[in-house]
Nanobody
Framework: QVQLVESGGGLVQAGGSLRLSCAAS????????VGWFRQTPGKEREFVSA????????YYADSVKGRFTISRDNAKNTVYLQMNSLKPEDTAVYYC?????????????????WGQGTQVTVSS
């Protein structure tokens, strides 16, 4: 069992930056791949980014590539999502999730545990 808590969301103007954190408690965090997803009302939850257990491999959705950076600190049981050059279309609730497998990196079904989400709002 893993418990995840996201933080760092808020209101920011277009072009600004935010850093989201995903803090984990429970079993050895370094055993888990971690992903970030986001969701807006009426839409499916979509993949944003993911990072491998060691942090050596990262994945990004095309829509955020070059603007967002995922990283992790296994000693602190925390994964970060640095979001720069934010756009109004980045507005969503952002969720982090963990997985013990290497498959389905970009699919919701590839993750087992989810946090409660943090709201990010980008004004134009």
């Amino acid at each position: 069992q893993v418990q995840l808590v996201e933080s760092g969301g808020g209101l920011v103007q277009a072009g600004g930056s935010l850093r989201l954190s995903c803090a984990a408690s429970g079993r050895a965090f370094s055993n888990y791949r971690v992903g970030w997803f986001r969701q807006t009302p009426g839409k499916e939850r979509e993949f944003v980014s993911a990072i491998s257990r060691s942090g050596g491999t990262t994945y990004y959705a095309d829509s955020v590539k070059g603007r967002f950076t995922i990283s992790r600190d296994n000693a602190k049981n925390t994964v970060y999502l640095q979001m720069n050059s934010l756009k109004p279309e980045d507005t969503a609730v952002y969720y982090c999730a963990t997985s013990l497998t290497a498959a389905q990196v970009m699919a919701r079904g590839g993750y087992d545990y989810w946090g409660q989400g943090t709201q990010v709002t980008v004004s134009s």
